[in-house]
């Protein structure tokens, strides 16, 4: 189905996702239970019990007891969309640590206020931008330090946004506080000055013994835009950093020409969705075809007429299901004094749906197409039924 690579095209994309975040994509105004249905089947859909997609489970912060489930590709997934996402590399898919999974499911939330922009549900070929997390993949260069000797230094974004149209590269450092702001030590390397200096090398130090280029230059010579963007988790330490990163570029006597923003989760949403383009809106998806149980042949001079089309019969174990349910309520009923004390439009209710379900029943059984009208009579049970019953 379109829809099972649009959901294995998110998961490889963002790697791991909640099924709230999958039903704000593909599955918009749909009860969760429809999505764990169809990311269960997923699960199972290869020989041996094995599929295309993983749950993996976290405990909450603070040692809160709820479990949070995630779902991402095995590799026989990400193998199946792999295609359909050209610019993504392979990447491990073992199951992450519980620091790692709920880190990367809050920064997911801004991948999927992005993809959701413009509407949903949305296919992962049809986004404007791309989304890169290759956290295992980090970024190495070398430039000169303070002693003229070639040092290697190694950037690992969170994520990287690519913008074509724009042609800007935003790359995303996920601030949750669990890092220094300022240290006191340069061995700090992931203080978030530290960071931004590094990414300042990164883009603007020249490299090699000609120093004819950057790093940023030779890692991506497509032209685009660098830029840095901080996402924190409150506003007190949106203030903290950006005081810090302003003393830093302070005191640097050739500050890079980079721009550095440091946002909440709000501001780098409202941020990233308006630096979309603006004529961009997702596909409308395709109707789902109506599929009758059973379809005549139309001769040629009869196609076109208008004959309406067959009824869709019941099947008897349905049938059956909703026979025994009510059958249920009315054993409940009666162990608790029975219908007595009910109302006169009450009593009617239940004879009319006890009526209707025998005859559903009997409909079921002959394979009948009719329509219910109401008058139709409860017929004696046979011996067979009651003793069923």
């Known amino acids: 189905m379109p829809r099972d690579y649009d959901v294995l095209g998110f998961l490889a994309i963002a790697r791991r996702l909640r099924a709230d975040q999958l039903i704000a994509l593909s599955f918009p105004g749909r009860h969760i239970t429809i999505v764990y249905r ?9 020989p ?5 997609v993983r749950q993996d489970f976290f405990f909450g912060a603070r040692q809160e007891r709820a479990k949070v489930a995630a779902w991402s590709l095995t590799n026989d997934g990400f193998n199946a969309v792999a ?9 491990s898919t073992a199951p992450a640590v519980v620091a790692s999974l709920q ?4 920064l997911n939330d801004l991948f999927v206020a992005m993809a959701t922009a413009r509407g949903a549900p949305v296919s992962p070929g049809d986004l404007p931008f791309r989304w890169l997390c290759d956290t295992d993949r980090p970024i190495a260069f070398r430039t000169l330090d303070d002693d003229a000797e070639f040092k290697t230094n190694l950037l690992r974004p969170d994520a990287i946004v690519e913008l074509p149209l724009a042609k800007r590269r935003i790359f995303i450092e996920a601030e949750r506080g669990t890092h220094t702001i300022s240290p006191s030590s340069t061995m700090n390397t992931g203080a978030t000055t530290m960071k931004a200096r590094r990414y300042g090398l990164f883009v603007a130090a020249p490299i090699g013994p000609e120093a004819r280029t950057t790093a940023y230059r030779s890692a991506f010579p497509d032209g685009y835009r660098p830029e840095l963007l901080f996402l924190v988790h409150s506003e007190w330490r949106r203030v903290h950093v950006l005081e810090a990163l302003q003393a830093a570029r302070g005191k640097d006597a050739n500050p890079p020409d980079f721009p550095l923003h440091v946002m909440t989760f709000e501001q780098a949403r409202e941020f990233l969705t308006s630096a979309l383009p603006a004529e961009w809106t997702p596909a409308p998806a395709p109707a789902k075809p109506r599929v009758h149980a059973r379809v005549t042949a139309q001769k040629p001079d009869e196609a076109g007429q208008g004959a309406p089309a067959p009824r869709p019969r019941v099947r008897l174990g349905d049938a059956q299901l909703l026979k025994d349910g ?3 309520l009315l054993d409940e009923l009666k162990a608790r004094g029975g219908t007595k004390d009910l109302g006169v439009e009450v009593k009617s209710t239940v004879r009319k749906t006890r009526e209707f379900i025998v005859w559903l029943m009997q409909g079921a059984a002959a394979g009948s197409g009719r329509k219910w009208s109401g008058t139709e009579r409860r017929q004696p049970r046979t011996p067979v039924e009651t003793s069923r019953r």
């Open 48 to 52: 041996g019990g094995v599929g295309y």
């Open 326 to 328: 009510f059958n249920v």
């Open 103 to 106: 880190h990367d499911l809050w």
């Open 38 to 46: 169809r990311l269960a089947m997923l699960a199972a859909a290869l």
């Open 83 to 91: 295609p359909l996402l050209p610019y993504l590399r392979a990447y």
